[in-house]
């Protein structure tokens, strides 16, 4: 089955700085690459996705990058804010396998200090 | 996006009790859904994978009769934990996936603590 990896697992940024997430994957047939934002006791929220057919895909401050060679894939968040602070989980799935079951990574928690 | 509601948001009960946990899309058909428990501080795990009209597929260490699984409509899925103790207690969400992108959206959540 699928193994993400997912670094580091804390990251304190000071606010305005750029933050930089990084994931693995195993599975070469894995083709869909979701990125999620967690609040403390709050459910996950998809911020930004890519699908291996796409390279990079930025969405005002937040930008994802795939490798698909190299099986990785990378969330850049630019000019980082307090709100930003949270946790971040990638996963990864294979959307033709008949049901896409995500895989996450085991998140990344962001600080972002004022 | 998709609005995916999971209902009760917390509920506390006594050890050896049954509690019920529903995950409703609202406003599409969700024909696959899935349940994940979340420690504090940790990644989410997949329980199980809920197919409209059939069995549930649990992953492996997750014992199917004590979390029973229905899934009985097309925007309705339920989690029953049975007998429950207090290392049942965690934090349940439910996603749903749309047929169409086959994106994920999760519910709220469900804070389950058992005394």
């Known amino acids: 089955g699928e193994n993400v990896e997912q670094h580091p697992s804390t990251l304190s940024v000071q606010e305005g700085d750029s933050a930089v997430i990084k994931c693995t994957y195993s599975d070469s047939a894995s083709n869909y690459f979701p990125w999620y934002k967690q609040e403390l006791g709050k459910r996950p929220q998809l911020i930004i996705d890519i699908r291996s057919n796409v390279g990079e895909k930025k969405d005002q401050r937040i930008a994802v990058t795939l490798n698909k060679t190299a099986k990785h894939f990378s969330l850049h968040i630019t000019e980082t804010q307090p709100e930003d602070s949270a946790v971040y989980f990638c996963?990864?799935?294979?959307?033709?396998?008949?049901?896409?079951?995500?895989?996450f990574g085991k998140g990344t928690m962001l600080l972002v200090s004022p | 996006g998709a609005v995916v509601s999971q209902h009760p948001s917390w509920v506390i009960c006594k050890s050896g009790t049954s509690v019920k946990i529903e995950c409703r899309s609202l406003?599409?058909?969700?024909?696959?859904m899935f349940w994940y428990r979340q420690f504090p501080k940790q990644s989410l795990m997949l329980m199980a994978t809920?197919?409209?009209?059939?069995?549930?597929?649990?992953e492996q260490g997750v014992e199917k009769d004590k979390f029973l699984i229905n899934h009985a409509s097309l925007t309705l899925s339920t989690l029953t934990v049975t007998s429950a103790h207090p290392e049942d207690s965690s934090f349940y969400i439910c996603s749903a996936r749309t047929r169409l992108t086959g994106e994920l959206f999760f519910g709220e959540g469900s804070r389950l603590t058992v005394l």
């Open positions: 809920s197919n409209e009209g059939s069995k549930a597929t649990y």
């Open positions: 996963a990864a799935s294979n959307t033709g396998s008949g049901y896409s079951t995500l895989t």
């Open positions: 406003d599409f058909q969700a024909t696959t």
